[in-house]
T-cell receptor, first 112, second 115 residues
């Protein structure tokens, strides 16, 4: 069964304190891995798509990396506005389906 | 910019009522999706549609139906609302891709409370 596990469930950092969020996945085959940011009471906002092991994407203080078993979202010198829940999702290779499998998310809090 | 809109941000309904949630996207996307999001359970797919009048069941379709009469609009219908359908409902859309996965873009969500 396709599965996505994110860790930690929650992370509290001081402003400027860099860290990484983990997304481990088991799928029969990977068509893509997605990272989203979700603020309380709002819909997920797209951040990155990664397609193959070794790929990296960057946006401001965020950098996403991908291996054959996991992805990391690195946050460098975070600011309070980076506080949100970060969701990871994978698109497995399933013929005829377009669905994503989501992890439970990591709730990130950045204290000033 | 991709824009996905949902008809209501908050909705309060009574048990047994028929409830319609509407979603509209403006990017000519073939695929549209309905998810629900609950604490501890994450996002779960209810239904998706890959073309007008086409639909497929997701992981939790029981108690729901959908309608897609126009490409840009996808409706979720709760035939007879129950308290266990209290949740955050999220609509998403994406291009149809047979190769690499296409990005799903989400709407702002509808928080539904069934009393």
């Amino acid at each position: 069964e396709d599965q996505v596990t994110q860790s930690p469930e929650a992370l509290r950092l001081q402003e400027g304190e860099s860290s990484s969020l983990n997304c481990s996945y088991t799928v029969s085959g990977l068509r893509g891995l997605f990272w989203y940011r979700q603020d309380p009471g709002k819909g997920p906002e797209f951040l990155f798509t990664l397609y193959s092991a070794g790929e990296e994407k960057e946006k401001e203080r965020l950098k996403a990396t991908l291996t054959k078993k996991e992805s990391f979202l690195h946050i460098t010198a975070p600011k309070p506005e980076d506080s949100a829940t970060y969701l990871c999702a994978v698109r497995p290779i399933i013929q005829g389906a377009q669905k994503l499998v989501f992890g439970q998310g990591t709730r990130l809090t950045i204290n000033p | 910019d991709v824009k996905v809109t949902q008809s209501s941000r908050y909705l309060v309904k009574r048990t047994g009522e028929k409830v319609f949630l509407e979603c509209v996207q403006d990017m000519d996307h073939e695929n549209m999706f309905w998810y629900r999001q609950d604490p501890g359970l994450g996002l779960r797919l209810i239904y998706f549609s890959y073309d007008v009048k086409m639909k497929e069941k997701g992981d939790i379709p029981e108690g729901y139906s959908v309608s897609r009469e126009k490409k840009e609009r996808f409706s979720l219908i709760l035939e007879s609302a129950s308290t266990n359908q209290t949740s955050m409902y999220l609509c998403a859309s994406s291009l149809l891709s047979l190769g690499q996965a296409a990005t799903q873009y989400f709407g702002p969500g509808t928080r539904l409370l069934v009393l």
